[in-house]
């Protein structure tokens, strides 16, 4: 599944880049990913800058707002989950224990959009798209190929998910939580839920994007040459792949994985 031209309910359908220095990470993630960068005006006088796998949108990236950078909000990954009626979900959301922060609200002729957090406390955004359904590619080669929900209780976060977007969840083992879930839409799976304590270096609840590559020693050797850091890895993960925890230059986290493992 490389090209998307729609998205079912409850599907991650765009992720973007929320950073303090747009001008470092437009840099790192050009020259790590061979990206095009395409820049979109904004009514506020902004810019908005839209990442492209051979012509066809893979994410985004913009300024963090002034109230984030004040409350010294670190530059993160925001995940967005397609929906076909924003505001009943926005309500459906709120009766299950998670808190509207935002919106819904216009965002031009692309769509409505409404900034969320989950019972646990971790961010999300739901779209409802009209001109934009989002990424046009996506599980393949510098694409997004995995969303992973790190989370205090991943029951919780399961039971309001699944009456949020419908997911349906399956649980396998796993080698350092014990037991790794994962959520399908359609019957594919898009992601997974990882219990906190299984991964220790952020304590907060948070989604987290998985960059799907050819290489992750490669590509674990390009982020740090090109001024990001390596978390963690390349490390083997029974059942998943190979992967890298990494952070870019401004200081967002996210992974690289190679499915299968090897490389």
């Not at 459906?92 to 216009?106: D, K, N, S, T, Y």
């Not at 991964?199 to 992750?216: F, I, K, L």
Request: aromatic share 10%; glycine share 12%.
């Amino acid at each position: 599944m490389s090209t998307m031209n729609g998205y079912p309910l409850g599907a991650p359908c765009w992720v973007e880049l929320a950073t303090t220095d747009v001008a470092a990470a437009r840099a790192f993630w050009r020259a790590l990913m061979a990206w095009t960068l395409v820049d979109v005006a904004q009514p506020d006088g902004g810019t908005y800058t839209r990442f492209q796998l051979d012509g066809r949108d893979v994410g985004g990236c913009h300024r963090m707002d002034a109230a984030q950078r004040a409350h010294g909000t670190a530059p993160h990954w925001n995940v967005h989950f397609a929906v076909e009626d924003i505001d009943a979900r926005c309500a459906i959301a709120e009766a299950e224990g998670g808190r509207v922060l935002a919106g819904p609200f216009e965002v031009g002729t692309l769509g409505r959009a409404a900034v969320l957090i989950d019972p646990e406390g971790a961010g999300f955004r739901l779209w409802q798209p009209r001109s934009h359904p989002g990424a046009g590619a996506v599980h393949e080669d510098r694409a997004v190929g995995w969303i992973e929900l790190a989370s205090h209780d991943t029951a919780i976060a399961a039971a309001f998910y699944s009456r949020l977007l419908g997911w349906t969840l399956r649980e396998r083992p796993h080698p350092v939580a014990g037991t790794y879930r994962t959520w399908a839409v359609n019957r594919y799976d898009w992601g997974g839920m990882l219990p906190i304590g299984a991964n220790p270096g952020n304590t907060a609840a948070h989604w987290a994007v998985y960059w799907r590559v050819g290489d992750c020693t490669v590509a674990a050797a390009r982020v740090a040459e090109l001024g990001g850091k390596i978390l963690s890895g390349p490390v083997d993960t029974p059942g998943m792949g190979r992967i890298v925890s990494m952070q870019d230059p401004t200081g967002a986290r996210c992974h690289l994985i190679r499915f299968g493992g090897a490389a």
